[in-house]
């Protein structure tokens, strides 16, 4: 959401005679770094990670009666949901040339990850989005995924990663018709799952 195999040299010592059977020390090669994501995004839609979620004054509430979400106008962003401290869905997106879904997920007040979501035959244009939005993936892998029904399609999932932020989009994610992005704070995750490891390992310390 990157092997490098050990080159084993053979070598004789200096000044003395060659042994066939003397091998040098396996040295490993160190795996290049990749360049800085340059056009690694500080969160999504003007809403920033590791800020306060906007409150009603500068991200409104979606209108609720007899009002139709999907056809709320492109540019005019709102929210829906209850309250801002968990989750909820936000409306008036920016037209991609095909619809598209966003939901956004709160912790304490603060955006921990936006979910893109369209169906799968709309992949192709999310990734092109994507792309041009955050440049080229850092990895790409292609696969196959199956149905409950046993039927198998073909899959393909993009990740890109920075210093604060991951983006992970799949074409099929979770259904076989349903392609998803997480835009998603990596701080936030990172530290979380090591919250959860350390509570595992004390926790199995008391059995």
């Known amino acids: ?33 990749q360049a800085p994501w340059a056009q690694e995004p500080d969160g999504f839609l003007g809403i920033k990670f590791g800020q306060p979620f906007p409150d009603a004054a500068t991200l409104p509430d979606c209108p609720k009666d007899n009002f139709n979400l999907t056809n709320y106008a492109p540019g005019f962003l709102c929210f829906e949901g209850y309250g801002r401290t968990s989750y909820g869905n936000l409306w008036g997106l920016p037209n991609l040339g095909f619809g598209y879904t966003v939901k956004v997920m709160i912790d304490k007040g603060m955006v921990t990850s936006f979910i893109v979501e369209t169906p799968s035959d709309n992949f192709a244009a999310l990734a092109k989005v994507l792309t041009q939005r955050y440049g080229a993936p850092r990895s790409q892998e292609s696969g196959r995924v199956q149905s409950k029904a ?3 399609f073909d899959n393909t999932t993009l990740k890109w990663s920075g210093q604060r932020v991951t983006i992970d989009a799949e074409m099929r994610s979770g259904k076989v018709d349903t392609a998803q992005a997480y835009i998603s704070d990596k701080v936030y995750w990172n530290a979380r799952t090591q919250a959860e490891e350390k509570a595992t390992t004390e926790n199995a310390s008391k059995l």
């Open 1 to 33: 959401m990157r092997k490098i195999g050990a080159l084993l040299l053979f070598a004789a010592a200096a000044g003395a005679p060659y042994a066939a059977d003397a091998k040098a020390p396996a040295k490993h090669k160190e795996p290049a770094q």
């Open 150 to 152: 046993g039927a198998e």
